[in-house]
């Protein structure tokens, strides 16, 4: 499994990442989106106009927010592998 972040925007409240899970047959990811990480609670993420949020949103959540409190920005790209 492959998760992909890749930042949109960002202000001072929130960083918004287009969000997708690399499907082995590159087939479509059903569940993608744009995944909102408030900057004071990532915990909080959600995705953009829906009401549901992959499990995987959590990994890349936390992840940026990881980045981003160790170099003082949000990172660009966040990628999450597992075999």
């Not at 992909?4 to 082995?24: I, N």
Request: charged fraction near 30%; hydrophobic fraction near 35%; include cysteine.
């Amino acid at each position: 499994m492959i998760l992909w972040g890749h930042l949109e925007s960002h202000d001072e409240t929130a960083a918004r990442y287009r969000y997708t899970e690399q499907k082995p047959d590159d087939s479509p990811d059903p569940e993608a989106g744009v995944l909102v990480v408030p900057a004071d609670d990532w915990t909080a993420f959600s995705m953009e106009g829906r009401a549901d949020t992959p499990a995987g949103a959590l990994r890349i959540a936390r992840k940026a927010t990881a980045e981003r409190d160790e170099n003082g920005t949000w990172p660009d790209r966040v990628c999450w592998f597992s075999c």
